[in-house]
């Protein structure tokens, strides 16, 4: 029997299925739950810092309201699941609050914020190509200085080295394609805001782009096509195994797929040793 297809795809799923089409399955199909990380929870933390920043009016987006952004935005997130599930003491909350800030303050290395003209924040933008929905959450859509819409997207993780900055940027150039099929307008400008330097990765979207990010899409969804409908989806044992939830239903770990499907009720949380690299 085949097994049924994702109802969506999103840059993060893409990724996924291209890193390995086992963990795609459990994620995207099974929904095996993963439980939260100190690293992915921290982004979400200061995304909403950021988000809640261009919030306010434009000339009071200065470093002590970030700050105050972050201490608000710490408020919600850590009464959250997605944080309460860390179990971490006060001693390392402690120092993923002050991790946190350290991101908020080097943002303020990169752009001010007083000159962005924000017209989406967390914006969802959803599109059908073909049988095929693609969807994504826009970080920050703005427009610059000519009326060009801009993209952007904040990242916590470590910055990528040079020859995996094209890869990177995928997630930004299916953000454009979304933009052009949904509103009529294709980016100018599409970039990647890495907190942990600095260092912004910057692309103009172009006529290419976009037909390369529809042929890699368009070849990944008829491969889950093809996976689902042979229940093929094959382990694809990397370094990231190292941050994967999924070892203990991964057979190249010893693990029984089998199981993953009982694990939507009750998952089994496997200990990871390194932070992922977001
Ligand atoms: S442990 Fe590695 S090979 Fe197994 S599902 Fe996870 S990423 Fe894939």
Redesign the pocket.
């Known amino acids: 029997m085949a097994l049924p297809l994702p109802r969506s795809l999103s840059p993060s799923k893409v990724a996924s299925f291209k890193?390995?089409a086992?963990?795609f399955r459990?994620s995207a199909i099974d929904r095996v739950p993963e439980p939260p990380t100190p690293a992915a929870t921290k982004g979400t933390l200061v995304h909403r810092a950021l988000e809640l920043l261009f919030c306010e009016p434009a000339e009071e987006r200065t470093l002590p309201t970030a700050l105050a952004c972050l201490d608000r935005a710490t408020e919600e997130v850590t009464v959250h699941p997605e944080f309460t599930g860390l179990r971490l003491g006060p001693e390392a909350r402690a120092d993923f609050v002050a991790d946190a800030e350290a991101l908020v303050r080097r943002y303020f290395r990169l752009e001010d914020p007083r000159t962005i003209r924000p017209i989406g924040l967390e914006l969802m933008l959803e599109a059908k190509v073909g049988t095929l929905t693609l969807r994504g959450i826009i970080d920050r859509l703005e427009l610059d200085e000519d009326g060009g819409l801009v993209v952007t997207d904040y990242k916590s993780g470590a910055v990528p080295r040079v020859t995996y900055e094209q890869s990177k940027l995928g997630g930004v150039h299916f953000y454009a394609f979304l933009c052009e099929q949904v509103l009529g307008r294709r980016p100018s400008k599409i970039q990647l805001l890495y907190l942990s330097e600095p260092v912004a990765i910057v692309a103009e979207p172009s006529d290419q782009s976009i037909r390369g990010l529809q042929q890699r899409t368009s070849a990944i969804w008829t491969a889950v096509e093809k996976a689902c409908e042979r229940e093929d989806f094959r382990?694809?044992?990397?370094r990231?195994?190292d941050w994967?939830s999924?070892?203990a239903?991964?057979?190249?770990?010893g693990g029984d797929p089998a199981l993953a499907a009982t694990a939507v009720a009750a998952p089994v949380v496997v200990p990871v040793s390194v932070a992922p690299v977001l």
């Open positions: 890193d390995c086992l963990a459990f382990p694809r044992p990397s990231l195994c994967c999924y070892q239903y991964c057979p190249a770990f």
